[in-house]
């Protein structure tokens, strides 16, 4: 394409008088600051827009948010959830929309069950004797009954650690013990958040 139809081209787009087309210096000069200040309005409008559609998707944020806070969250039993909490752990956060939390209670109480059972620690059974005895092996057995699912699940395949000397299998009996301690920390947590007791 000629210089000719570049010059013409830059007249009709901005508006240039016959004077300043005569001349090429002229018409740079003026083409400088007049493209500059085409440049700069262009950019404008363009903020100006993306701020409006940015304002806009913000009022439909907020207008979701506010939709979904007026909804009420599903009533359930508490002893529902009690019960799901024991059976499965963090499984009643999970059933009050609690996920995070859930997945915590869930992944802690079984790493410290399976370390316990990696450990051979024996599990609490009940039997009698004199009453500490008897009151240190009822107080094991619930931590272990505790539990849960990971409880029931592990007697039903047999596992069946005899009691025997040894740092590593009282620690592993431990374990297992603090492990059912946690679900009950988590049964009451969420207990009280499915009565209201707590947010």
Not at 114 to 120: A, S
Not at 134 to 144: E, L, M
Not at 180 to 199: S, Y
């Amino acid at each position: 394409m000629s210089k000719l139809f570049w010059k013409h081209w830059l007249v009709s787009r901005l508006k240039l008088r016959n004077d300043q087309y005569s001349d090429g210096r002229k018409l740079w000069e003026s083409f400088v600051p007049l493209a500059a200040e085409r440049f700069f309005a262009v950019l404008q409008a363009l903020s100006c827009r993306l701020r409006h559609t940015a304002n806009g998707k913000l009022r439909k944020m907020a207008s979701a948010s506010s939709q979904g806070a007026s909804v009420p969250a599903p009533v359930r039993s508490p002893f529902l959830i009690a019960i799901v909490a024991w059976l499965i752990p963090g499984g009643g956060h999970f059933l009050l929309g609690r996920r995070g939390r859930g997945a915590i209670v869930f992944a802690a109480v079984l790493l410290t069950f399976t370390v316990g059972i990696l450990m051979r620690g024996p599990m609490f059974q009940l039997r009698g004797g004199d009453l500490l005895t008897t009151a240190i092996q009822f107080g094991g057995f619930i931590g272990d009954l505790a539990t849960g699912m990971l409880y029931l699940l592990t007697v039903w395949l047999g596992y069946s650690q005899p009691e025997a000397a040894g740092h590593v299998h009282d620690y592993g009996s431990k374990l297992i013990v603090a492990a059912g301690l946690l679900n009950i920390l988590a049964m009451v947590d969420a207990w009280e958040i499915a009565t209201g007791k707590k947010d």
